[in-house]
Nanobody, 123 residues
């Protein structure tokens, strides 16, 4: 089992930045791929970014490329999503997810999820 706890959400003006953290605990957490998804009210949960267990590969949805950066610190069992140039359309609940091997964009491949943290971007 892997437990995930997100932090760092909040309210920010358009053009601003936020840093989300995901603390992982449990067996072999450091070998798991980790990802961020988001869900706006009335919409499906969508992929944002993912990073492999080693941290050597990362993936992003097109709408956040160049603005968001995913990273991880395996010594601290933490994954970070650094968000900059935020837009009102980035407003959503952001969820951290983990998978034992897969590091892609399908939410169905991630068995472990955090509770989410709210990000609100005002115009």
């Amino acid at each position: 089992q892997v437990q995930l706890v997100e932090s760092g959400g909040g309210l920010v003006q358009a053009g601003g930045s936020l840093r989300l953290s995901c603390a992982a605990s449990g067996r072999t957490a450091t070998s798991y791929a980790m990802a961020w998804f988001r869900q706006a009210p009335g919409k499906e949960r969508e992929f944002v970014a993912a990073i492999s267990g080693s941290g050597g590969s990362s993936y992003y949805t097109d709408s956040v490329k160049g603005r968001f950066t995913i990273s991880r610190d395996n010594a601290k069992n933490t994954a970070v999503l650094q968000m900059s140039s935020l837009k009102p359309e980035d407003t959503a609940a952001y969820f951290c997810a983990a998978s034992s091997g897969y590091a892609g964009g399908s939410r169905w491949a991630y068995p472990y999820w955090g509770q989410g943290t709210q990000v609100t971007v005002s115009s």
